[in-house]
C-alpha cells in the first residue's frame, strides 16, 4: 500500500509493515525523531509547503493524518473551523486530492461531532465527499480496548472512493483484555485540574495530554507519569526515544496516535468482506443540510454511502484496568508537597470532589500546618466528608476531553 504520512509526529499510524513514501511533520524534534528511525523516507517540514507543490505528487493508495485538534478539543477554545490549527484539515484534502488518492485516514478529538452542534463534522463529511471520498466511514476507539490502560477515546475517519475499504474501519478489535499480573491498585489522575474534575481513575490512567499529563497514586505514593511510562501508556518502543529530553517526550506522546490503534486502522484498510450492522438513520441530504435542525443525532460509530447515513451496531467494548502492570513501582518523581496543595486549592474552590483514598494519602504525606494554610479546616473536613460530589456527567466529560 502506498501513503503519504501528514501531521506524522512520531509515527502513530506508521508500522513495520506499512512505511510511507512520504512523511510531513513541523515540529523540529518528531523530525529529527524520524530522520532516526525512518531513514529512506522524505520528511516534508510543512503541509503548506506539500499542498503547493507545484511538481505533481506521486499517486498513491492512502492519505493518513491526524490534523492538529487544539481549536476542536474541549479543552481548547472551540473555534472549530475558525480556529487556524483546524483548518490545516483543507490541507490534507487538497494533498490527498492531488495525490489522486484513493482513500483518507483522519483522526481527531472525539469532541468534533459535537462542537457547533455537530455543523464542523458535517463540514468535514461534506468536504470528503465533495472531493469523490463518497463512502466515510467514522469509529470512536478507545486505546483501554487494545489492552493499554490509558483512557484514550479518538475519533478515526475512513473516506474512500471505494466502499469496501471504508466499511472496512469497523472490523473487530482482536485483543485480548488481561487481567493485572500486578494485583498493586494504582490510580491515575490529573493534578491540573481544578475547573474540571481531576479525573481519577481507578486502574488506567486518564488521556496523557501534551502538557500536564497524569499523575498516579498508589500505596500512598503520589507521583507523575515518567517519560517511559507516558511511551509505554502510547505503545512506543522505549529504545528508540533515547536521547530525547523528557519534556519532547511527554509532547510527542500527548499528540500521538496509540500505535496499536494506528495499526489496527491501517491493517483495516486490507480486510476484505465484512458484513455490518448497520440501522439505517437519515438521508444523506438531510444531514447535509444547513439546516442544523435537520441533523438528527451523529452516531459514535457512522457509515455514509449513496444518500443514507447509517449508525454502526458494534459489540460492546472491553476495556483493560492493568494499570500496575505498566508502570515502575519503584520510580520515585514524587509530587511535591507545592503541587499536590495545589491541586487541594483549585478543587476546593471549584468544588470538585478528591477521592478519599487519594485525600488520605496526602493526608499521610503533606505537612499538616501547611494544609491548613491551604485549604482551612473546612477544606479538610469537606473532602474527608466526601462534600463534593462527582458531576453526573463528569465520566462524560472526561471522555469527551483532549
Ligand atoms: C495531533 S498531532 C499528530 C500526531 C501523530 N498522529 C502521531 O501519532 O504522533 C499533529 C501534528 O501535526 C504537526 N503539525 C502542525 N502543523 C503542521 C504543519 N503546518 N505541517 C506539518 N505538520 C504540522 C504537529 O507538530 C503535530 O506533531
New binding site residues.
Partial sequence: MKYIS????????ESAKHDPILM????KH?QEFLSRKYTDIEII????TLASKKNKLPKVDVVA?????QDLSVAGKQEGFNGK?SI?FY?LLEIAIKSRSDTIVA?NVPNLLNIEQGRVFVDVLNELKNAGFCHIAWRILNTREFNIPQQRRRLFIVASKDKQIAKNLFNKVNVKISSPKNKTKVSGFYQSAGTHSICYSENFVPTIKVSNGPAIHYKNIMRKLTAKESLKLQGFKINDFKDIADSHIYK?TG???TKKV?NFIFNCLEKLKLNLDMNPLQRGSNFFSSDINKILYKPENGFFSEDVIYEVILPKKELCSNLADFIELKSNSFMSDTALLGMLRRAKKAKKPINRDLFNSILLTVESNSLINEIGEDGIRDFKHGKFSENPNGELFEEILF
Avoid: S
Avoid at 6 to 13: A, E, N, V
Avoid at 24 to 27: A, G, H, Q, R
Fill in positions: 501528514l501531521f506524522t509526529g512520531i509515527g502513530g499510524f510531513c511533520e513541523k515540529d518528531c517540514d510543512d503541509v503548506n493524518g491526524g490534523w492538529p485538534c490549527q490545516l490541507k483522526e510527542m499528540n500521538a496516535v494506528g
